[in-house]
């Protein structure tokens, strides 16, 4: 797999809700961890220094750069008797790729979408404040955003913004957006940003709003470009057929008995994917919620980063 330049050395990811995934996964010696979106390394590492001796952590990331940074940071904390294995592929392969290496993990951890690291990257193109090619990927290969802008129909561009942004502006920026490449494409963060900002009131003058007017267009393309609800949908899928057939006594898998699943959303797309495949494993008795509601972070972890204010956690855990 192609890999994007190594992101600049920013300050690192700060990981979210890490003390309560540790106490929730409640990882323990010779365990197989999964952490399907390892970014800096950060739960990765505190779960797989929580193994002790003995164990395996795998690190998954569809970010070559962000791969190499977990790998490091999870080689350098673990004991030297707990193994580290890496994925370059997208998590939605990783069930596949678990069964092919002969491994069934115990204990998954899946922390959504984009990392500080990546943001603070101008050149990888998520940043609105900070003017780059409008690109998005998570990994080089498909269409950027900067080809969804300029070459999509004014239908389907107005349902991503509206759909995956909740942008209630999506068609006066879709018209504008189409007014725009008209001109000439579409080609940075900065010119998007300032689109949008054209129709939806400009941050900081009447201030009417909290966060910049671009957020949301910014977060539907991203969720496009990188299909991340498609990515999702397949991960639980695989969980919740895995969770059936270990509750018909199937031996064999991706998953462990007793399998522990947690996954990190950021908005509510994602958690209610999350609530209902989850309901789901529990309605049938084959798992049990060991988060009855979502949690979420605390003040004192809001204050401190300030990303973790949107994050909620769910926990599923096999029966059997
Ligand atoms: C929020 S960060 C994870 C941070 C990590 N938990 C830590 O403690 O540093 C999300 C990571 O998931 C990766 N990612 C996003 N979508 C992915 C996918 N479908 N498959 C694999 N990795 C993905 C991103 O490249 C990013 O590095």
Redesign the pocket.
Known sequence: MESHPPSSPGPA?E?VLLREVIDLLSPGAGEVIL??????????AALGRALGEIGTVIV????AG?LAQ?AGAVRGAVAPGVNVVEIN????EAPRRLVDLGLAANLV?A?????SR?MDDAERGFSIRRDGPLDMR?CPSGPTAADYVNTLPAGELEDILRDLGEERKARAIVSKILAAREEQPIQTTGELAAIVRAVVAPFGRNRTHKIDPATRTFQALRIAV?D?LG?LDALLSAVTRQAAQRASGASGGWLAAGARVGVISFHSLEDRRVKQAYSTVAGRGCGRLLTKKPVEASAEEVARNPRSRSAKLRVLEFIS
């Not at 952490?35 to 990765?44: E, F, N, S, V």
């Not at 998954?60 to 970010?63: A, N, P, R, S």
Request: charged share 20%; glycine share 12%.
């Open positions: 990811h990981a952490d399907c979106t390892a970014g800096d390394g950060g739960h990765a998954c990331d569809l970010d962000c977990a592929a997208n998590y939605a951890i922390d959504l979408g984009f990392s990546q998570y990188n991340e990515n």
